[in-house]
């Protein structure tokens, strides 16, 4: 019988078959193209939703006690490296600051007199040795006249006796020189020790000084600001934070399972709740954690206590991201985000990343006040009358400390 009637109509049940055929090929084409899709692609991909976005958090400190007289940033703002946050009190430190400048001042001076006073003492030495050949001159022409009866006796013991007395002291003067000369041999007036400890200690006062100016460290963002005005601070307590926005990664936590493809360099795609799947971050793995989450719990689990129940443990892995995407699209930190990583790539081993031979963050905001405190030395040597080269020791880089705009003089 044919499947169409007098009419040229499909009957219903030829539409069913039809239909039916056509939506099995559509679920087989479906089927294979996912295989397809799961042989070439998925299968390669590992995925969590465990994943938030980290930073540096930079902890503005004090490093010397005082008074906050003003607070340069507050919450939410963006602020610059090398900004001041916060002013302390100068006052006391101002005045120890003068002090060791007198100091120093002082010790330059003495140190000039020390110098002074042995073209004395070596003058002195030459007359001693004169007066001593003058007498001995004496004692030649007296001893033959003494010896013809022409001289009183008495009067060549004189002679003798004055030069026992020269001898003496010349003796004297030159110890005196030699006992002067150690103050001073192989040194000028700024390579002098107590110039050196005077130095030093004005070197310490400027920084205390400068150090009451807390600059930025960083450009970021302010938070977690507790410092008020009038609050005595003390050196190491936490006034506030800055956090860079360039400066953020992905912490993603996968489970143990999913590790063992995991390498370092492979590439990353993310999506971040905060702008939903219209923006794609691209990133890559840049290390994996020393252990589970929760081995670094405050209270890890003990897990040979007997009543141990199993859990899927999950690794945090360090995922970087694009520094122009981060740039276009920024993050905040602790924002959740999802992560998918491509483990086509998958040489090497699973372990750390290998040693770092530059530092990993740095921060120039920071002036060098070994330098300024140098410079600041140099000039009260030189004032005083020394000379102020040798004072000008090479700074180290441990010498590098923060030195505000501001709290320099």
């Given at each position: 019988?044919?499947?169409?009637?007098?009419?040229?109509?499909t009957p219903p049940n030829g539409r069913r078959r039809l239909l039916v055929s056509l939506v099995l090929g559509l679920f087989?084409?479906?089927?294979?193209?996912?295989?397809?899709?799961?042989?070439?692609?998925?299968?390669?991909?590992?995925?969590?939703?465990?994943?938030?976005?980290?930073?540096?958090?930079?902890?503005?400190?004090?490093?010397?006690?005082?008074?906050?007289?003003?607070?340069?940033?507050?919450?939410?703002?963006?602020?610059?490296?090398?900004?001041?946050?916060?002013?302390?009190?100068?006052?006391?430190?101002?005045?120890?600051?003068?002090?060791?400048?007198?100091?120093?001042?002082?010790?330059?001076?003495?140190?000039?007199?020390?110098?002074?006073?042995?073209?004395?003492?070596?003058?002195?030495?030459?007359?001693?040795?004169?007066?001593?050949?003058?007498?001995?001159?004496?004692?030649?022409?007296?001893?033959?006249?003494?010896?013809?009866?022409?001289?009183?006796?008495?009067?060549?013991?004189?002679?003798?006796?004055?030069?026992?007395?020269?001898?003496?002291?010349?003796?004297?003067?030159?110890?005196?020189?030699?006992?002067?000369?150690?103050?001073?041999?192989?040194?000028?007036?700024?390579?002098?020790?107590?110039?050196?400890?005077?130095?030093?200690?004005?070197?310490?006062?400027?920084?205390?000084?400068?150090?009451?100016?807390?600059?930025?460290?960083?450009?970021?963002?302010?938070?977690?600001?507790?410092?008020?005005?009038?609050?005595?601070?003390?050196?190491?307590?936490?006034?506030?934070?800055?956090?860079?926005?360039?400066?953020?990664?992905?912490?993603?936590?996968?489970?143990?399972?999913?590790?063992?493809?995991?390498?370092?360099?492979?590439?990353?795609?993310?999506?971040?709740?905060?702008?939903?799947?219209?923006?794609?971050?691209?990133?890559?793995?840049?290390?994996?954690?020393?252990?589970?989450?929760?081995?670094?719990?405050?209270?890890?689990?003990?897990?040979?206590?007997?009543?141990?129940?199993?859990?899927?443990?999950?690794?945090?892995?360090?995922?970087?991201?694009?520094?122009?995407?981060?740039?276009?699209?920024?993050?905040?930190?602790?924002?959740?985000?999802?992560?998918?990583?491509?483990?086509?790539?998958?040489?090497?081993?699973?372990?750390?990343?290998?040693?770092?031979?530059a530092p990993v963050y740095q921060t120039k905001a920071y002036d060098s006040l070994g330098e300024l405190a140098a410079g600041r030395v140099a000039a009260i040597i030189s004032a005083n009358g020394g000379n102020p080269r040798a004072a000008q020791r090479?700074?180290?880089?441990?010498?590098?400390?923060?030195?505000?705009?501001?709290?320099?003089?």
């Open positions: 019988m044919n499947d169409k009637d007098k009419t040229g109509a087989i084409l479906a089927g294979i193209g996912y295989a397809v899709y799961w042989t070439t692609v998925l299968r390669y991909v590992e995925s969590t939703d465990d994943a938030y976005v980290g930073g540096n958090l930079v902890q503005i400190t004090s490093q010397v006690a005082g008074t906050v007289l003003a607070i340069g940033a507050d919450d939410t703002d963006y602020v610059t490296a090398g900004k001041t946050l916060v002013e302390l009190d100068q006052a006391d430190s101002r005045v120890a600051l003068e002090q060791a400048e007198a100091a120093l001042a002082k010790s330059v001076r003495q140190v000039r007199n020390l110098i002074a006073t042995t073209a004395s003492i070596e003058a002195n030495v030459a007359l001693r040795q004169t007066e001593l050949e003058r007498a001995r001159a004496d004692l030649e022409r007296r001893a033959p006249l003494a010896a013809s009866g022409a001289l009183p006796a008495e009067e060549l013991q004189h002679a003798r006796d004055a030069v026992a007395l020269g001898r003496a002291a010349l003796d004297a003067a030159e110890q005196q020189l030699a006992a002067h000369k150690t103050l001073i041999d192989h040194t000028s007036v700024a390579s002098h020790p107590e110039v050196q400890s005077a130095a030093a200690r004005l070197r310490e006062a400027y920084l205390a000084y400068a150090r009451t100016a807390l600059p930025a460290p960083v450009s970021g963002i302010v938070a977690k600001r507790s410092v008020q005005v009038g609050q005595r601070v003390s050196p190491g307590a936490p006034l506030m934070a800055v956090i860079p926005p360039d400066q953020v990664w992905v912490d993603a936590n996968f489970k143990e399972g999913q590790l063992l493809n995991l390498r370092p360099g492979q590439a990353v795609r993310l999506n971040a709740d905060i702008y939903g799947s219209a923006v794609e971050f691209h990133g890559r793995v840049a290390g994996f954690g020393a252990g589970t989450g929760s081995a670094f719990a405050l209270l890890p689990p003990q897990n040979a206590t007997g009543n141990w129940i199993k859990v899927v443990q999950r690794v945090p892995v360090r995922i970087v991201l694009d520094p122009a995407e981060l740039a276009r699209h920024p993050l905040r930190l602790g924002l959740s985000m999802q992560v998918d990583v491509d483990t086509h790539q998958r040489a090497g081993e699973l372990g750390p990343a290998a040693l770092r031979s090479p700074v180290k880089k441990t010498d590098r400390a923060a030195a505000p705009g501001s709290g320099a003089r």
